[in-house]
């Protein structure tokens, strides 16, 4: 055995350490790719080894309030210098505070928070609740996303990731997304055994916006039946889609409802599911039903609570929305001006924005396109026709022409080529 020191910043050494202890799959995409290496990162943007900035228009909704927000990075600091780990004996207050302040901006009677050190397991959490209430039946949507650890892939709807691991979690059932007209007919006859569990817009899924009024009539339909309503808003809460939660936009409060994503305020991983107090009731009465080392603690506490009140402060669902609905127009425009053939929509509500391209091909060049004019995107895993933006709320006006001259570049690119294959083509 001998000591090892690599150097993180040598693309070339971390590529190879990827090849050698990190996965070799994931080596030759980067070396396809011709992937870049992040190094450090500030507000909207992300630095390469070479220390050129990208704008970072991804991350799979971590980043509403940017990268390293000051707020959130001096909470941390402060907590970590303090008491970053307990002892998991004696009390931590900044769990009992962070409880309370994101109960405070939840739906209202959601009052009772389990943290967790991820959006997936989150979604275990839900189900093991779930259980608890002899709801063993589980629905859930074509497309939906909720994660791949067990219990959260057995209602991930994409075979593709499901396969591999079979048997998952048995008693589930999926239906179409947005048609509530489904989904009762699937709850007929054992309802009362059954837990639903959506989101109120499909990311991964494509960023699939169900019609107006779904939540509303799914709300309905699961209280009529006796079945317990949990929307995952892992991606789509804390202001991402122009509201605080999506069941806001509808008025809607489900019976369990899981956070994640920005909960961190970009600079910790943590989730979150909250409750009503009859919901939560079994795990409130015997807490070591479900527990877990290091979720809740005081470090990722102070960065929950920070990033709550950053988002209340700067008001960022409001600017989600009106930012949005710029980004969702010009980039639109340009888009179905540069390249009409290839883009089949351009959609989104808030800061949760989708460009469907017409295959998946088409839409992995518009994304290395747009990475090469240095702005950084998501692919869509339940969609990979879909490439998806989910930027920070706090956007400059420089950095959104960036955004647009990159689109239409690399739309623009991606037309000549086509063009060009297809006039090769023609002279064969």
Known sequence: MSAVSPDPGDRAAVLDLYRRHVSAGQARLARLMDLPLECRSEGCLVYDEHDRPYLDCGGYGVFLMGHRHPEVVRAVRDQLDRHPLTTRVMLNGQLAAAAAELAAVAPDGLDFV?????????????????????????????????????????????????????????????????DPVALEAALGGTAGEACVILEPVQAEGGVRIPPDGYLRAVREVTSRHGALLVLDEIQCGLGRLGAWWGADREGIVPDVLLAGKALGGGVVPVGALLATPEVFAPLSADPFLHSSTFAGNPLVMAAVRA???VIAGEDLPAKACRLGGRLLTELRQRLLAACPELVVEVRGVGLLLGIEMASPAAAAELMLGLLRRQVVVCHSLNAQEVVRLTPPAGLTAAQCEWLYAAVSEAAAALTSRKRAHTQEEDRR
């Open 307 to 309: 990033a709550v009140r």
């Open 114 to 178: 389990a943290f967790t050190n991820s959006g997936a397991e989150a979604v275990e959490v839900a189900i093991k609740l779930a259980r608890l209430h002899g709801k063993r039946r589980l629905i859930a949507t074509h497309g939906g996303f909720h994660g791949k650890t067990m219990g959260a892939l057995s209602v991930t709807g994409r075979r593709v990731y499901q396969d591999p691991f079979l048997p998952l979690l048995p008693d589930v059932e999926f239906v179409p997304f947005g």
